[in-house]
């Protein structure tokens, strides 16, 4: 069975059962992760989005339908581009649903305008949150080490998948390129390199000793994203 035209197929049908319920105060829907991507298996869920005017107040919806988990976000467009030019740490598995959305209906080309606006994004907004994980990414790493040498595997392990999780997100925002899905993540993040497939082949194999090796190796790679000018200053991470 073909489970993203699956889900496709139930995006369609909810976003008609929408547009009976809010009318012209409904302006735009669309799919976006694994399912806009054609890459959808059958533990997918679908995420939608359902745009509407200022009218219509902002809910997030979460159901069960045909055996598939859905998340439909129902917000005003005004939100949505707000939302398109914010840049968190977590902005790679935030970004997807305003650059590579898969339009169910869309009369006035409202997504097209996000995509446009999310491009448009300064640079700047990019280094600040690669600044804002510098000091992260930096503590988790020699934590991992600490906990290797001092014999703390659990702890190594857990530190090293955050550290990992944290990696994936600092290069997304070093290529302005957003991952497809949580689901296809790691994939998609150890292709794009950094020593990001040597670390988690480490943790996949649960070879704990080996960690600190390939870690090092990715600080070196990435290690001076965002570092401050002189790092003995006063170091101010805004929350």
Same mark, same amino acid.
């Given at each position: 069975?073909?489970?993203?035209?699956?889900?496709?197929?139930?995006?369609?049908?909810?976003?008609?059962?929408?547009?009976?319920?809010?009318?012209?105060?409904?302006?735009?829907?669309?799919?976006?992760?694994?399912?806009?991507?054609?890459?959808?298996?059958?533990?997918?869920?679908?995420?939608?989005?359902?745009?509407?005017?200022?009218?219509?107040?902002?809910?997030?919806?979460?159901?069960?339908?045909?055996?598939?988990?859905?998340?439909?976000?129902?917000? *005003?467009? +005004?939100? @949505? &581009?707000?939302?398109? =030019?914010?840049?968190?740490?977590?902005?790679?598995?935030? %970004? #997807?649903?305003?650059?590579?959305?898969?339009?169910?209906?869309?009369?006035?080309?409202?997504?097209?305008?996000?995509?446009?606006?999310?491009?448009?994004?300064?640079?700047?907004?990019?280094?600040?949150?690669?600044?804002?994980?510098?000091?992260?990414?930096?503590?988790?790493?020699?934590?991992?080490?600490?906990?290797?040498?001092?014999?703390?595997?659990?702890?190594?392990?857990?530190?090293?998948?955050?550290?990992?999780?944290?990696?994936?997100?600092?290069?997304?925002?070093?290529?302005?390129? *957003?991952? +497809?899905? @949580? &689901?296809?993540?790691? =994939?998609?993040?150890?292709?794009?390199?950094?020593?990001? %497939? #040597?670390?988690?082949?480490?943790?996949?194999?649960?070879?704990?000793?080996?960690?600190?090796?390939?870690?090092?190796?990715?600080?070196?790679?990435?290690?001076?994203?965002?570092?401050?000018?002189?790092?003995?200053?006063?170091?101010?991470?805004?929350?």
């Amino acid at each position: 069975m073909d489970e993203t035209r699956r889900r496709m197929d139930l995006a369609k049908e909810m976003a008609l059962a929408y547009r009976r319920d809010m009318g012209d105060h409904m302006v735009a829907a669309a799919c976006y992760g694994s399912v806009a991507h054609g890459r959808a298996d059958a533990h997918s869920d679908l995420e939608l989005i359902v745009l509407t005017d200022l009218f219509v107040e902002p809910i997030n919806v979460h159901t069960v339908r045909q055996g598939i988990q859905v998340e439909c976000d129902v917000l *005003p467009i +005004e939100r @949505l &581009r707000h939302r398109a =030019q914010v840049v968190t740490i977590e902005w790679g598995v935030e %970004a #997807d649903c305003y650059r590579y959305p898969r339009i169910i209906w869309d009369p006035t080309e409202q997504f097209a305008a996000v995509r446009d606006i999310s491009l448009a994004t300064p640079r700047k907004r990019f280094d600040d949150a690669l600044q804002q994980s510098w000091w992260s990414a930096r503590e988790w790493a020699n934590k991992v080490v600490a906990m290797v040498e001092s014999d703390n595997l659990p702890g190594a392990q857990f530190t090293a998948w955050q550290y990992l999780y944290l990696v994936a997100m600092r290069v997304a925002l070093v290529q302005q390129e *957003p991952y +497809e899905s @949580l &689901r296809t993540m790691w =994939q998609d993040a150890s292709a794009r390199g950094f020593g990001v %497939a #040597d670390v988690l082949g480490v943790l996949v194999r649960t070879d704990i000793a080996h960690l600190p090796e390939v870690i090092r190796v990715v600080q070196k790679d990435t290690g001076s994203w965002g570092e401050p000018s002189d790092p003995k200053e006063l170091f101010v991470c805004p929350k």
